[in-house]
């Protein structure tokens, strides 16, 4: 049994991060744009050595959920609330995921993974020019997570602890069996399901996986690229504002409470629509020569604005805790929190 006794689960695709600044032609080459994350395909695949042989690339803990979760519990930790936070997703028996869980577990999350003693811990090429990243994700391991590892006490007494569950979009090519087992967990409880879009070629080609999470979602997070593909599959128009209202009023499961629907733009203001009202949140600029990767960005404002949210803190204080988490990250190489959190609500 696990004596877990937090306030928040993770649950997706823990990948090692191969991080190296590369120029264009390594982007050209394997036909990767700035701003985007893919899947890899069978293209892709020398990618992952090329970087560490030619580009002096880095290990960075990654996955965006288990991100989300790491910053979290690094501010949690500022609040004094540690050991609040699990994660759970699938890795290979190999070295990078004794590197993942030693990150994870430095950070103080608590991870339950299944192994996969066949199949590779997954890992994420980051490709960073200018500050901009590519992701290509070779899910390997993460992509065998099955449902039955949620049927385990430990992960029994985890998800049964946990008052509120964050899963990022990408988990949606993975099991959307687990990710119903959980949101149902959370809807017969009255727990809070908060779901991230995660990237365009989710809402393209996962529709249907998409339809079936949104409706559990209390908290339903994207970037603008994201809300902009999902408003124009579903002909919801170009005002992003609008587009989060008509997001905000889809159905929805747990009828006692609104969803809230957030939209994060990079450097410009984050919209926020809930109960037919939306509010935009100004960013506070970083100036230019401070940046030094965007990899995790988005990431770490779910894990800054959950980590408000779980306290039971007002929206305006769980953007800005997002805000600052973002800002923080974007000035480290990918999802780096290796020194003591000092925001202050």
């Not at 609104?258 to 037919?276: L, M």
Request: with cysteine.
């Amino acid at each position: 049994m696990s004596d877990f006794k937090g306030i928040l689960m993770g649950m997706g695709n823990p990948l090692l991060d191969i991080s190296a600044e590369v120029g264009q032609d390594m982007l050209d080459k394997y036909d990767l744009k700035l701003d985007s994350a893919i899947l890899a395909e069978e293209k892709h695949l020398p990618i992952y050595k090329e970087l560490l042989d030619n580009h002096s690339a880095g290990f960075i803990a990654g996955g965006a959920t288990q991100n989300s979760i790491r910053v979290a519990q690094w501010m949690l930790k500022a609040s004094g609330m540690e050991n609040a936070t699990a994660f759970m997703g699938c890795v290979g028996d190999d070295e990078y995921s004794k590197i993942i869980q030693d990150c994870a577990s430095r950070d103080g999350v608590l991870v339950h993974y299944m192994k996969d003693t066949t199949t590779p811990t997954g890992t994420c090429a980051v490709l960073v020019k200018d500050g901009e990243r590519s992701l290509c994700a070779n899910l390997a391991a993460a992509n065998n997570f099955q449902k039955s590892h949620l049927e385990t006490d430990v992960s029994k007494a985890i998800y049964s602890s946990a008052q509120f569950y964050y899963i990022a979009g990408f988990f949606l090519t993975v099991s959307v069996e687990s990710l119903v087992h959980i949101a149902e967990h959370a809807l017969q409880e009255n727990k809070t399901f908060c779901l991230n879009l995660s990237a365009p070629f989710i809402i393209d080609f996962f529709a249907d996986a998409v339809a079936t999470a949104i409706p559990y979602a209390d908290f339903l997070f994207c970037n603008e690229s994201e809300a902009e593909a999902y408003a124009k599959k579903h002909g919801l128009g170009e005002d992003l504002k609008e587009v989060a209202l008509k997001v905000a009023a889809l159905p929805k499961k747990n009828e006692n409470r609104p969803r809230t629907v957030i939209f994060t733009q990079g450097s410009k203001s984050t919209i926020v629509a809930y109960n037919g009202i939306v509010t935009e949140y100004e960013v506070e600029p970083l100036a230019k020569e401070k940046l030094v990767d965007t990899n995790g960005a988005g990431d770490a404002f779910v894990g800054g604005f959950l980590s408000e949210l779980v306290q039971g803190k007002p929206m305006e204080d769980c953007v800005k805790a997002g805000h600052w988490a973002a800002k923080y990250i974007i000035q480290q190489p990918g999802t780096t929190i290796d020194q003591p959190c000092t925001f202050k609500a």
